[in-house]
């Protein structure tokens, strides 16, 4: 589960990919992929997968504990070419965050 909390060491990676409609399934498919390949690795903590609704836009969500960790994660990402495939199907615009303020009902 997505850990949400300021002034944390947590990476947050919000990578909004723009795709054809027709191949919103399929990239949502390889992300799928790739979140089990790393999940459990050290420091990783979530991700999550959103679907726009009108089929433009897919968005991952992804947590590591450090900035350390998320290195290690995308190393083997990229070790394993899961960003050329990401590529072949939609424009990826990566960025890490860290969060500064988070409120919920919890």
């Not at 723009?18 to 191949?23: A, D, Q, S």
């Not at 997968?49 to 994660?73: F, M, P």
Request: hydrophobic share 40%; glycine share 6%.
């Amino acid at each position: 589960m997505a850990k949400i909390h300021a002034d944390e060491e947590v990476i947050t990676q919000i990578n909004v990919f723009e795709v054809e409609p027709g191949n919103q399934d399929a990239l949502a498919d390889l992300l799928k992929d790739a979140i089990q390949r790393v999940s459990g690795m050290p420091g990783w903590i979530s991700a999550s997968i959103h679907k726009s609704l009108d089929g433009t836009r897919v968005t991952n969500y992804a947590q590591a504990a450090n900035h350390r960790a998320w290195e290690q994660i995308v190393a083997r990402l990229q070790g394993e070419g899961f960003f050329e495939r990401f590529q072949k199907l939609a424009k990826p615009n990566p960025c890490l965050y860290r969060c500064t303020f988070s409120l919920s009902a919890d």
